[in-house]
């Protein structure tokens, strides 16, 4: 049961474009969602976090958009740079699991 | 602020054996939690601690087992390791009051099980 998903195992996008990365959930008591970037044998890195009681969250080059009623939030990376490639996780939390579902992630590889 | 660190970061193990994985979290943070990346897979949950107390178990038999030290250092056991048990296993760290707080990764420990 696969509550959180990240349907596009990789993405390419050319340097200076947008990166959209999207997530799917499927547990209406997420309330509480968060974007991480992973390089190879490194710890995921926290990107930007927003709460279900907001639509956006903006820091810099990241927007993070949360749709509740399509239960879908997507990453926007603008402009995409060289830098920007990893793997890109989704994970979603409700208040009082203490717990965090991770999607599958995304490669994104962003080409100079 | 020191970040999350984790040790051993590389470990080689054979079936069988039992293994023991350290994090020590950000300063001032009193959750824990655990989680094991295979190839392929996303980060599955394993456990968080807070306060030395097991607040959620993930869905992994009983071989895995943890603790929490007074100090919000904490510990996870493997025992009986099986070649599958062959994964990055990733410790976070939050304040986590209220349990949906952002986490921050260490590096991981990487466990490879002939």
């Known amino acids: 049961d696969q509550q959180v998903k990240q349907n596009s195992p990789s993405l390419s996008v050319q340097e200076g474009r947008i990166s959209i990365l999207n997530c799917d959930y499927t547990?209406?008591?997420?309330?509480?969602f968060l974007w991480y970037k992973k390089y190879p044998a490194e710890g995921p890195t926290f990107l930007i976090s927003i709460s279900s009681i907001k639509d956006k969250n903006e820091d810099g080059r990241f927007t993070v958009f949360l749709n509740k009623s399509a239960k879908h939030l997507s990453l926007h990376i603008v402009p995409s740079q060289p830098g920007d490639s990893a793997v890109y996780f989704c994970?979603?939390?409700?208040?009082?699991?203490?717990?965090?579902?991770f999607g599958t992630g995304t490669r994104l590889k962003v080409l100079a | 602020k020191a970040g999350v660190t984790q040790t051993p970061r590389y470990l080689i193990k054979t079936r069988g054996q039992q293994v023991t994985l350290s994090c020590s979290p950000i300063?001032?943070?009193?959750?824990v939690s655990w989680y094991q990346q295979t190839p392929g897979q996303g980060l599955q949950f394993l456990f968080e601690?807070?306060?030395?107390?097991?607040?959620n178990k993930g869905n992994f038999p009983g071989r895995f087992s943890g603790r929490q030290f007074s100090n919000s250092r904490s510990e996870m056991n493997v025992s009986t390791l099986e070649l599958g048990d062959s994964a990055l296993y990733l410790c976070?760290?939050?304040?986590?009051?209220?349990?949906?707080?952002?986490?921050?990764f260490g590096p991981g420990t990487r466990l490879l099980v002939l």
């Open positions: 300063s001032g943070h009193r959750s």
């Open positions: 976070a760290s939050s304040l986590a009051a209220s349990g949906v707080e952002t986490q921050y």
């Open positions: 547990n209406s008591m997420f309330d509480y």
């Open positions: 994970a979603a939390s409700s208040s009082g699991t203490y717990k965090y579902i």
């Open positions: 601690y807070f306060s030395e107390t097991q607040r």
